[in-house]
């Protein structure tokens, strides 16, 4: 049963919008990442945490932004949404000393 | 950067047939991770390994570091295995950074 959890699961909205997806973690993990993974392909870092106010960007350029206000959640924002923000985002967090571990089961956002 | 292949890009089998797939990477590693990805998206850790194997059930898998090779082996599938399988690696002692492959959908029919 997952430990980390992801809101929503599926987000259909249109152009402009400022939209807020949702990751939070009971482990008390201090590492927080987020992944985007387009159909078919591979799983790419654009954001990742080693704490409370601590971020950074990962790999992969995005527009989105994050916080890390609390240790268990670690929202990503979009502030105006566009359809080539359309993908799956994927939220993971870890223990000190290891990789990604956990898995939330993603949210499917739609950009009309 | 490290490059991750995996083969095949999608396998069919019959239930109950063992299955192999395959993960090569470019450079050294501090450890390979096996996942699996259901239809809905959601991700589980399968295996984290640095050396050698690792079994869990119906599950081994193996690595050979020296070769820069693992192989994940499901014995006696089962359509619930059904699911598409990423290898991804790590690099670099604590690394945060994981390498993913693109993954492997496995379809098992009864």
């Known amino acids: 049963e997952a430990d980390i959890y992801q809101t929503p699961r599926y987000l259909v909205i249109g152009t402009g919008k400022k939209i807020t997806l949702e990751c939070s973690q009971t482990m008390g993990h201090d590492k927080m990442y987020w992944y985007q993974q387009d159909p078919g392909m591979e799983l790419h870092l654009i954001h990742y945490?080693?704490?409370?106010?601590?971020?950074e960007k990962g790999d992969l350029s995005s527009e989105s932004t994050v916080s890390r206000i609390r240790t268990e959640h670690f929202p990503l924002t979009l502030e105006s949404a566009r359809p080539s923000h359309t993908s799956q985002y994927l939220c993971?967090?870890?223990?000190?000393?290891?990789?990604?571990?956990?898995f939330g089961d993603g949210t499917r956002l739609s950009i009309l | 950067k490290n490059e991750v292949e995996q083969s095949p890009q999608n396998l069919t089998a019959q239930e109950g047939e063992f299955i192999t797939i395959n993960c090569s990477y470019s450079v050294g590693i501090s450890a390979l991770h096996w996942l699996q990805q259901h239809p809905g998206g959601g991700i589980v850790s399968l295996f984290m390994?640095?050396?050698g194997k690792k079994k869990h059930g119906r599950l081994i898998a193996t690595i050979n570091i020296q070769e820069k090779h693992s192989s994940l082996h499901i014995t006696a599938s089962h359509p619930r295995d059904s699911a598409v399988y990423i290898c991804?690696?790590?690099?670099?002692?604590?690394?945060?950074?994981?390498?993913f492959g693109k993954g492997t959908k496995l379809s098992v029919i009864p």
């Open positions: 945490s080693y704490g409370v106010n601590s971020t």
């Open positions: 993971a967090s870890s223990e000190a000393g290891f990789p990604p571990q956990h």
């Open positions: 390994l640095s050396s």
């Open positions: 991804a690696v790590a690099s670099g002692a604590g690394s945060y950074q994981l390498t």
